[in-house]
């Protein structure tokens, strides 16, 4: 297609959702959730797309999960350009400023488990879960894209991404502010100066899993005295406790099996402010497995103690009976999340939703586990 005729007709295709009676979803990015909106404006916007592929079958498994250079050569540091897009997690950013994910931050679910496999060592059966807990809440079904933070469009309009409060993104971050005090996606200097101040405590100056534990306390009971609207319930109180030593799991250089390893505090700006690995950087040695992960989740629980929960008010905080704080659950409530999330999908959007929701099942591995249906039973072709 001729250039100009291309411009035209990305042009046209930008229009449509004026012409249809929509105009504040003009130029609606690819990878913006379709939730919240009606089945007319799903079919609006979804005429200005590239394309249309819907839920996609999960990457294979990497094959080397030994110990290696990542920081080279074939994935050097590219600063943030105008427009990249960064978000609340600093091990997705930094994927993304060294090229394993797309550098404008948007990716697809197999890019992203591909990569966290590549760039951090982590298992592929963790890798496919946490991925897919997100994007069921927070992707874009239809173009199976997600951005892996928060972008502005040209009228400063946030377009929503991993930083949607309250469907994977949580409360009680490490470097990352609560959302009811403003933005919840930016690295926040005095939160990265807490953690520097436990590691000088009780860490000899690195950071360990006893300081990054201790931190976690202090944002967690911060939380509970200052954020009225403090939310700690599945699926972040499980992913609050296991990320408070994601920084020892996967920004340690060379990490060994075992954690023996402890974080120097510039590695950790390294990775948090400026989204880079530092020189030279190794990823861990053997892969981060759900035996890790558990691990290390009941080793920050047992220590701080504080149960599923939520804030009714300042320093208000009610435990929650009802929630067991298990990945079944946790998979429940993201599953059943996604059906009030869409409770009018067009039939292209409730098919992919429906093939998400059985991909983000599998995942769990748990055949035990009561698997939900919320648009009703899947039904295989023989």
Same mark, same amino acid.
């Given at each position: ?9 990305? @042009? ?11 105009? %504040? ?19 609006? +916007?979804? $005429? ?26 074939? #994935? ?8 990249? @897009? ?14 394993? !994910?797309? %550098? =404008?931050? +948007? ?56 930083? @949607? #409060?309250? =469907? ?7 470097? $990352? ?25 009780? &860490? ?14 202090? $944002? @967690? ?5 200052? =954020? ?7 699926? $972040? ?16 250089? =060379? ?19 400026? %989204? ?28 701080? #103690?504080?149960?599923? &929960? ?16 298990? !990945? ?47 648009? &009703? ?6």
């Amino acid at each position: 297609m001729p250039r100009m005729k291309l411009q035209s007709f990305t @042009i046209l295709a930008a229009l449509v959702p004026y012409a249809l009676g929509f105009p %504040h979803l003009a130029n609606f990015p690819e990878y913006r959730s379709l939730a919240g909106l009606s089945p007319e404006q799903v079919r609006a +916007v979804a $005429r200005t797309f590239n394309s249309i592929p819907g839920a996609q079958p999960l990457p294979p498994p990497i094959n080397d999960t030994s110990a290696k250079l990542v920081y080279d050569v074939a #994935h050097p540091f590219v600063p943030d350009r105008p427009g990249d @897009i960064r978000g609340p997690c600093p091990g997705l950013n930094t994927l993304a400023s060294h090229g394993y !994910l797309p %550098h =404008n931050g +948007v990716a697809t679910p197999a890019q992203i488990i591909t990569a966290v496999q590549e760039g951090f060592n982590m298992a592929y059966d963790v890798a496919t879960f946490l991925t897919y807990a997100a994007f069921v809440v927070d992707g874009n079904q239809l173009t199976n894209l997600m951005s892996i933070g928060a972008n502005t469009t040209a009228d400063f309009e946030l377009t929503p991404g991993l930083n @949607i #409060h309250g =469907n994977f993104e949580g409360d009680a971050s490490t470097t $990352r502010e609560d959302f009811y005090f403003g933005n919840n996606w930016s690295f926040n200097e005095t939160l990265f100066d807490q953690l520097v101040d436990a590691a000088n405590l009780v &860490g000899d100056g690195y950071i360990t899993v006893e300081s990054a534990i201790l931190q976690k306390a202090q $944002r @967690i009971n911060n939380s509970i005295a200052t =954020n009225p609207t403090f939310w700690f319930e599945s699926p $972040r109180f499980l992913t609050a406790y296991a990320e408070t030593t994601f920084p020892l799991a996967f920004f340690v250089n =060379n990490q060994t099996a075992n954690m023996t390893l402890n974080l120097a505090v510039d590695d950790a700006r390294s990775f948090f402010d400026y %989204h880079k690995y530092p020189d030279g950087f190794w990823r861990r040695q053997s892969p981060y497995t759900p035996s890790d992960f558990y691990t290390l989740y009941n080793e920050a629980f047992e220590a701080i #103690h504080v149960y599923p &929960g939520y804030n009714d008010g300042v320093n208000n905080y009610v435990v929650d009976p009802n929630d067991p704080a298990t !990945l079944c659950y946790a998979y429940q409530k993201q599953a059943n999340l996604t059906g009030e999330l869409y409770p009018n999908p067009t039939p292209e959007l409730e098919a992919a939703i429906k093939a998400n929701l059985v991909t983000f099942y599998e995942t769990l591995g748990e055949p035990t586990c009561e698997q939900m249906f919320p648009f &009703g039973q899947v039904t295989i072709d023989s």
